[in-house]
């Protein structure tokens, strides 16, 4: 199966983040270093002022709204500070001066950053936590009981570090929603008109660090000035105040113009090479379905961290035998062109990383190592002899 | 004159910021983005953390101290959110829970925006406000008194807008030294070790938007730590304490990990290439006195805004009689493959920014252009027919 297509190694990074990018994309945005073809400049020395960025800001805020069929009545933002800044924007906006608590959902490491940073802004309730099964699993239904009174319900997607994701809408209609989509947002259709606010960084499916792009819901803001006791935003940095981004049209201070253009690239790559969101989810489940096959048929040889009910179509984490075992893996992987298969050092363990990004082929090709490599260590087992 | 060197549009912008960047900096750079030589993937593809970016992270710190003779008791932090972020996080660190007021100098456009975030934490002195002669000056030693009190002093070293620029260093050696050297960074010898803080984002002389440079002394956080009561900072988001990011190297949350790239490339070309920052500023001196001479020698064709000793190096802002030849000035310009000469928004006129990336070739291109457009311009007058 290897060798029958030739993939170079940024085809064949399975990093956790940043994640690869299209082939098609890199190529463009080399041509963008030396030369805009609009603009006739490098797109590091073009003015975020200039006609041509607010075009560009304009033109990803449309693809994105194309791509999530998003309504009219939701801001697009393209900010700086990753997830780690919406861990704090989020209770600054909708939490101060709040009496009930938010409700915040604890599955895995990531959700579990946000949760102490909402702490000091306000009152908490974690409506489940799965430290207790070592996040190898998500709550059903019947272990969750939202309040009608939070202010907002808050979690997290996907999981990178354990594999984990949703594959349904959490929470009450009622109550707003906020999820951190960072690891998968615009990977799949996601009902974005069901949440209130919706955020990611840019560096797994859509473009590199850098840039963290925010959909929040207008009357979700409204409803939040107006019910603040005694202006109780007034004291908020202006950076941190959604509002000044959505009034400035994400140019409220200088924004990080390549990031921003490396979106555009891939939010046109999305539309036109992809064909849209459903068609790129496929695409992304028939890797994942592929990867957990050989995870699944192996005898045990490797074993999925997470409940097969709620992998992530994102990230496969995975374990061999013995840690011997798992640096010969990489180091083999390694030399065949792979990389970023090892697990988040929260973890340990292997990673394989399947962000839009990466192609089928690429995962075939994996998955013809996977076999490869446990056929010539399960057969040294002593049993068979 | 024009037409002897043979420059690329990139090499002919005078953009305000972001701006230019030396061309063996861009080659760099587009190689980069294919493929990072010492790794074999692309820059947008590599973690951050991953060994090779911890390696970029600690060369970039080591060029800088190296650059700016920065003793070991400073920090260098690579951050996000541009100056303005430092305008919240300064005055949020320093600031809460003192009753003496911070001091802050209101030179231009840019100190100007510090100030409204920083009442927003505490009290404030505005030392010297020069809005009521249109921002044309800046302040003798005369016109200064400092407190001993102040718990830090807060400046800008360059007005991008005004094209003003301290040519000395501000202020008490008994109080901390604030700076937004945002537009002046690494452009010369600053005497580092006379501040506590400074901070530059990158996008005026030393990398692209999406990048902020900070560097403050050990005891300044130390003692302000300290000194606040019954932890002022125990409510400070962990990405908006400077402490957060020393304990992470800059990798608290996922970092610009591209932008960061392009200022080690940068700092590379100012160690290796300009031979460092005295060579650069006596580079950056010529380029500047080069146009500031069209402009004094022109008959009052072209009028320099600011006052003749407090110039900028960085950022020459000069008018033409009147709009209509403003314009004419600016299409004619770029018609010759100049860009990026247009006044901020704020004062109108024009500007020619003058950053380490651009060279003395271009300016003396821009002084020819701009030599021949008086002579035909002002030929014109009434008074010549």
């Known amino acids: ?71 009219e009545n939701y801001h697009v933002l393209l900010l700086q500070g990753g997830a780690t800044q919406q861990f704090s924007m989020v209770p600054m906006t909708l939490l101060r001066g709040k009496t009930a608590p938010a409700e915040y959902l604890h599955t895995g490491y990531w959700s579990g950053k946000a949760i102490p940073e909402a702490v000091k802004v306000g009152a908490l309730r974690t409506v489940w936590d799965g430290s207790g099964n070592g996040f190898t699993r998500l709550p059903t239904d019947d272990e969750l009981a939202f309040s009608p009174a939070a202010p907002y319900l808050h979690y997290a997607s996907n999981e990178t570090v354990e594999g984990l994701q949703f594959h349904r809408v959490l929470g009450r209609e009622d109550v707003p929603r906020v999820c951190d989509m960072s690891s998968d947002f615009l990977s799949r259709p996601c009902e974005a008109e069901r949440f209130s606010l919706i955020y990611a960084h840019a560096q797994k499916n859509i473009g590199p660090a850098g840039v963290t792009v925010v959909l929040v819901r207008d009357a979700l803001l409204a409803k939040t000035r107006a019910g603040t006791q005694g202006g109780a935003l007034g004291n908020l940095p202006g950076f941190l105040d959604y509002g000044s981004h959505i009034a400035a049209k994400s140019n409220f201070n200088t924004p990080p113009v390549f990031a921003i253009y490396v979106v555009l690239l891939v939010t046109r790559w999305l539309l036109q090479d992809m064909g849209g969101l459903a068609a790129m989810a496929a695409k992304n489940q028939a890797k994942a379905d592929l990867l957990y096959q050989v995870i699944d048929r192996s005898d045990g040889f490797y074993r999925g961290r997470a409940m097969a009910r709620d992998r992530s179509s994102m990230n496969a984490v995975f374990t061999l035998p013995n840690e011997a075992l798992t640096q010969q893996f990489l180091a083999e992987a390694m030399a065949t062109g792979m990389s970023g298969l090892d697990g988040h050092r929260a973890v340990g363990g292997l990673r394989a990383s399947l962000y839009n990004g990466l192609s089928l082929a690429a995962v075939e090709y994996l998955a013809g190592f996977m076999h490869d490599f446990r056929r010539r260590h399960a057969s040294l087992k002593p049993g068979k002899r």
Chains 1, 2 share one sequence.
Do not use: C, K, Y
Request: aromatic share 4%; net charge negative.
């Open 1 to 71: 199966m290897r060798g029958e297509v030739t993939l170079n190694r940024n085809q064949l990074n399975f990093s956790g983040g940043p994640g690869a990018l299209p082939d098609r994309v890199l190529i463009q945005v080399q041509e963008a270093i030396a030369n805009v073809p609009e603009v006739g400049l490098s797109v590091l020395g073009i003015s975020h002022r200039s006609d041509w960025f607010a075009a560009v800001v304009e033109e990803v805020s449309q693809n994105i709204r194309r791509l999530l069929d998003l309504p």
